[in-house]
């Protein structure tokens, strides 16, 4: 078996239309209500080829929000996520910094999940050489 591609990122939230409307604002991006299968409500975005969920607990059975477990985010431009993100109060964790592949700081989300925003020194696809 190969791995074929990465399909989805799924975060936990005691309150997922809350955190989608956070994560939609920062990320200039609008979830939709979802409701399939046996699973509760949740949302979603697809960016790109991944699925970018948001789900109540009681979807997962083990998973916990706020675990500190980093999810990453590309943004074309870091310095307006930045100025949303102190707009709504959120708490920066590390400050803007180059990691040689481009600028990363990293936030606590709402419900204390820690996720970086990355602004690429190059074109997703292609070597950070």
Do not use: W
Not at 40 to 48: N, P
Not at 61 to 74: A, Y
Not at 93 to 113: A, I, K, M, R
């Amino acid at each position: 078996m190969r791995l074929k591609s990465i399909c989805g990122v799924i975060i936990p939230s005691n309150n997922p239309g809350r955190l989608a409307r956070f994560y939609g604002r920062v990320l200039g991006c609008e979830f939709q209500r979802e409701d399939h299968g046996d699973l509760a409500e949740h949302f979603g975005v697809d960016v790109g080829e991944i699925h970018f969920g948001i789900h109540p607990p009681v979807n997962f059975r083990r998973i916990e929000p706020g675990e500190p477990r980093p999810r990453s985010r590309s943004t074309s431009l870091l310095s307006e996520a930045m100025a949303v993100l102190d707009d709504l109060g959120a708490q920066q964790v590390q400050p803007p910094h180059d990691e040689g592949f481009g600028l990363v700081t990293s936030y606590l989300d709402p419900d204390g999940n820690l996720f970086e925003l990355v602004e690429l020194s190059y074109e997703f696809g292609q070597s950070a050489e």
